[in-house]
């Protein structure tokens, strides 16, 4: 099985940056896709990103591109998530998943609070 721990969340003004890590544990890491969702309060669970097993290919919700960058370190068993430029509409639990393929997410982290001020 996989196991997934974000870190890096907290508050940050408007326009500041974070950077977000997922580590994880399990042998089947390097063969999966990995992507970054969110859950802000009355909206539903949107995807943020999410990147394939060679770092190659990478895919973002309209709302982040060119704000956001998401990478990967298959050595570390690391996804990070940097946010630059942050608005306060990107305040939410952020998520990292991982799974097989991108419509099929297995793993789920337990999640890190973002919030930004105005």
Not at 33 to 50: D, H, I, S, T, Y
Not at 72 to 85: E, G, H, I, V
Not at 100 to 116: A, E, F, L, R
């Amino acid at each position: 099985q996989v196991q997934l721990v974000e870190s890096g969340g907290g508050l940050v003004q408007a326009v500041g940056s974070l950077r977000l890590s997922c580590a994880a544990s399990g042998r089947s890491f390097r063969s999966y896709v990995m992507g970054w969702f969110r859950l802000a309060p009355g909206k539903e669970r949107e995807f943020v990103a999410r990147i394939d097993w060679s770092s190659r290919g990478t895919y973002y919700t309209d709302s982040v591109k060119g704000r956001f960058t998401v990478s990967r370190d298959n050595a570390k068993n690391t996804m990070y998530l940097q946010m630059n430029s942050l608005k306060p509409e990107d305040t939410a639990v952020y998520y990292c998943a991982a799974g097989p393929s991108p419509v099929s997410y297995n793993y789920w982290g337990q999640g890190t609070q973002v919030t930004v001020s105005s």
